[in-house]
């Protein structure tokens, strides 16, 4: 199976790479990649010179281009495809039907990836954009379990690649307007969601209160560790209940799955975070390249705890959907 | 309470050592410091975007005093001001010396020290990420800052980066020892 | 300007689990009192409730078509088993229009006229365009977009019409996780429907006690209320062809009499805001998306 690793910046490239990593994805230092935050992602100097990199070493770039385009300005996201074909990138990923009619019309050489923010969950949207775009591989909403993935898999033709690792939405990606209903921004019209200006960390004689816009996502005790006032990861009172009602903050860890994604017949395994640093991602990348190999090899679950349990991800982790305890 | 360090802190003698007034000339050093870094390696403050001109608060919980640096390339400045009086900043951070100098090398990771507390940030989030995301990327080694090249500058980093983890494994180990941790 | 033909409004799908009384009830009224020119119905939440909506549309349609209204089937925004795709295709089928929420309805209906709807990502004129020539004779952007941005998709893509949502709840957010049967500690295999305990959804507010947001099944809304109230100026320099209601537990027909007083320059925007504010409504008033800024803003005092 192919490893699919993130980077935010050309060192973490570089990291990625030397770490094990089959394929790294990044995007432009713009709107037309979902992890628009301040300081990461690429220039197109950058992007050329990481390829060139990355294919010295063997691996593979994927340029995420993976925004919807902003009425008025569909111009740059076409450029943002035609400098990544030009940087020499090995795939885009893209998930706005705009920017996938410029690739299959325009780049018919260049092997397109459908974004998870399209959120395509069924033979009939897969088989849509596979006959329409000629898209070659689907990233697979982070909402199906392994059975409803081998199920999918078994009616389509097309190249599959689920996360195993790292930051979980729990909401439908690509259909979510919950950062933009507080903030004004989310990630389909910026490519960011609970934007870091939004955020306010207030000390008060409780603790500290994690605010987005204003509003109150999280609270802790002194000294208690703190997370990302993330929307979905909030603690929220409804019927009188108050709860992580969304989704705990957790973080996925799929590790013990990868024999199951295989057999479900995944074809690239992705982990989340390019907004996270070299050192995230050379450990983690480290860890799922041995237990990625140790599955191809035929080890035993015990081997594979082994190698995963060194992962220094701190937090909570969970397999997400993939276990169909959600249903 | 107050004078007792807290996890990976400096001693409190550290602080008595060096007054504001002590140490306020270094701000010119390491000011030199940095524009000489960018003369270096131009491209590297390009990632800041419109945070070049930020005026960021450095504030080792450590020490009596803090920094105040305005990361603007060619134009960089660095001064030493008293930790109560710091004047208008759009961010501050605040966490051990070690620490903080473990963020500039990337052998520490900012997200995990920010979420347990041992860092803490106020003002502008996204300019601490924009900077955060900068250093990331420029792989600073110490010799970065003093200009050294070929083996001087790998001797210097390895000097500095090992005495950095002796101080810092020294000061784990009283804390383990003063059950601290 | 050359006055432009009236217009339109149309009523949403209800978003909510209303028991089959409630929705007969509902759409009887709408049938025989509402100024509504367009009724979308079906099931676009939870496909795990059409089997209590079903047996309620024959009559409905025929009721509504009867008060001259145009009936329109909404398909679900999340399909996922054989049965609920299997919904999808039939209702692709049918001789009337159909508002697709998924692009799986795409491969059914391709080619055929279609309404695309609320849930499918419609950012700019070139997506527009692209499904226009799918099919799509009206479209209904996401509910982030502001009206500056439908208005310059509207302007460059005049073969389909533009409905914007006026009226209601927000819909924020879909999910594959249940969270009323969450909240109740409960599998959504085995939710026990307790959703239907909550006709407008279920308020969620921060700890602080902010109102926030409400929970509808897999369904995020916004807890305060849509009241989108222009001048009917804006909507014709901007190509808008129809404003959308989202049914709520409130007096539509109420609601929709005092949108068609706004459309026809009868009352004023602020007058009809106030006439909404006497109704009971579930949240405060907003209408920050379609202004440009965040969704919760509450509309600015004119």
């Known amino acids: 199976m192919e490893l699919v690793c993130p980077a935010g910046t050309p060192a973490a490239l570089r990291a990625a790479v030397s770490a094990g990593a089959d394929a790294i994805y990044c995007g432009f230092r713009d709107e037309t990649n979902a992890r628009n935050f301040p300081g990461l992602n690429f220039s197109a100097a950058e992007l050329a010179e990481g390829v060139r990199f990355a294919h010295a070493h063997g691996a593979r770039v994927l340029v995420a281009i993976n925004t919807f385009a902003q009425t008025g300005r569909v111009g740059q996201w076409r450029k943002a495809v035609d400098e990544a074909a030009g940087c020499g990138a090995d795939a885009v990923i893209a998930a706005d039907l705009a920017v996938l009619d410029h690739v299959a019309k325009n780049h018919t050489g260049l092997r397109l990836h459908l974004s998870v923010q399209a959120a395509a969950a069924t033979p009939e949207a897969i088989g849509f954009y596979v006959e329409t775009f000629g898209v070659r591989r689907v990233v697979l909403p982070r909402i199906l379990s392994v059975q409803e993935i081998a199920a999918l898999n078994r009616s389509i033709d097309v190249e599959t690649e689920a996360f195993v690792f790292g930051g979980l939405c729990v909401m439908v990606e690509g259909r979510c307007h919950l950062s933009s209903y507080a903030t004004g921004r989310s990630p389909n019209l910026s490519g960011v969601c609970s934007p870091p200006e939004m955020v306010s960390y207030d000390e008060d004689e409780e603790g500290t209160a994690a605010r987005l816009a204003g509003f109150t996502i999280d609270r802790y005790a002194p000294g208690q560790p703190t997370g990302y006032p993330t929307l979905c990861k909030g603690r929220f009172t409804a019927g009188e209940k108050t709860s992580y009602l969304f989704e705990d903050p957790v973080s996925l860890n799929a590790g013990n799955l990868i024999s199951s994604l295989k057999a479900a017949g995944v074809t690239a395994l992705k982990i989340e975070g390019r907004q996270r640093g070299k050192r995230y991602v050379t450990e983690v990348v480290r860890a799922f390249r041995k237990a990625v190999d140790a599955v191809e090899a035929g080890s035993d679950a015990g081997e594979i705890d082994r190698i995963l349990s060194g992962m220094s991800e701190g937090g909570r982790q969970t397999a997400g959907a993939y276990r169909k305890t959600w249903r | 309470m107050a004078d007792q360090p807290r996890e990976g802190e400096l001693p409190t003698f550290v602080r008595v050592l060096f007054p504001p007034v002590a140490i306020a000339p270094a701000g010119l050093l390491l000011t030199h410091c940095v524009r000489t870094l960018a003369r270096r390696q131009p491209n590297l403050f390009d990632r800041l975007g419109e945070w070049r001109s930020a005026r960021y608060l450095v504030a080792p919980s450590d020490l009596a005093f803090a920094f105040i640096v305005v990361p603007d390339g060619e134009k960089s400045i660095v001064h030493v001001v008293g930790k109560n009086s710091p004047g208008s900043v759009d961010v501050a951070i605040t966490g051990p010396l070690l620490t903080l100098l473990g963020l500039l090398d990337g052998t520490l990771d900012g997200d995990a020290l920010f979420f347990h507390r041992i860092i803490s940030i106020s003002g502008r989030t996204e300019a601490i990420l924009a900077l955060r995301n900068t250093i990331e990327d420029a792989e600073l080694r110490p010799a970065d800052f003093f200009g050294l090249h070929g083996i001087v500058a790998r001797l210097a980093d390895a000097g500095i980066l090992n005495g950095l983890s002796v101080v810092r494994w020294l000061i784990a180990g009283r804390a383990h020892a003063t059950g601290k941790l | ?302």
């Not at chain 3, 950012?123 to 009206?138: C, D, K, M």
């Open chain 3, 1 to 302: 300007m050359i006055p432009a033909s009236p217009i339109e409004l149309a009523l949403g799908p209800v978003f909510f689990h209303w028991s089959a009384d409630r929705l007969t009830n509902f759409y009887r009224r709408i049938a025989d009192e509402a100024p509504i020119d367009r009724v979308y119905i079906g099931e676009v939440v939870c496909g795990k409730r059409m089997p209590f909506s079903d047996p309620v549309w024959p009559e409905t349609i025929e009721r509504l078509e009867r008060g001259g209204k145009q009936v329109v089937f909404s398909t679900l925004a999340t399909p996922s088993t054989a049965r609920e795709r299997k919904s999808v295709e039939e209702l692709c089928a049918d001789g009337r229009l159909v508002e697709i929420n998924d692009l799986t309805a795409l491969r059914f209906r391709s080619g055929q006229p279609f309404v695309a709807g609320p849930f499918l990502n419609i950012y700019n004129e070139a997506t527009a365009r692209f499904l226009v020539g799918s099919g799509a004779q009206t479209i209904c952007p996401p509910v982030e977009l502001s009206l500056a941005a439908i208005g310059t998709m509207a302007r460059t893509c005049f073969s389909a019409e533009f409905e914007v949502f006026a009226f209601g709840r927000l819909p924020l957010a879909l999910s594959g996780r249940c969270y009323h049967a969450r909240l109740h500690g409960l599998h959504k295999d085995s939710c026990q429907f307790t959703c239907e305990q909550d006709a407008d959804g279920l308020a969620v507010d921060t700890i602080d006690g902010q109102e926030f947001l409400a929970i509808n099944g897999v369904q995020t809304l916004s807890h305060q209320v849509q009241t989108f109230c222009p001048q009917p100026s804006e909507l014709v320099s901007n190509n808008i062809r129809r404003l959308r209601l989202s049914p709520q537990t409130v007096d539509m027909v109420a609601v929709a009499r005092a949108y068609r007083r706004l459309l026809d320059g009868q009352e004023p925007p602020e007058t009809v805001r106030f006439v909404l504010s006497s109704l009971g409504l579930p949240g405060m008033q907003i209408d920050g998306y379609l202004r440009g800024g965040p969704g919760c803003q509450a509309p600015s005092p004119i």
